[in-house]
């Protein structure tokens, strides 16, 4: 995982928790920023899976479906 992506999850969890919402918005909230910010090596991963062909909107999609639909 890259740096910025460790930074974006970090980010979203200490918002969450500056603004005294639960430890499930503050996952929410990383989940929904790592879906808007899918790395390549995100991809490579899910391609080494076995997830031949995967699509990056693909991993966005579940991402957010995970998140809440958002």
Do not use: C, P, Q
């Amino acid at each position: 995982m890259s740096d910025k992506t460790l930074e974006g999850m970090v980010n979203a969890y200490v918002i969450g928790f500056a603004r005294e919402i639960s430890m499930d918005d503050g996952m929410r909230a990383a989940l929904l920023w790592l879906a808007d910010n899918v790395s390549d090596e995100m991809v490579e991963a899910a391609r080494n899976a076995n997830w031949h062909n995967v699509e990056r909107s693909a991993i966005s999609a579940a991402l957010r479906a995970a998140g809440g639909g958002e």
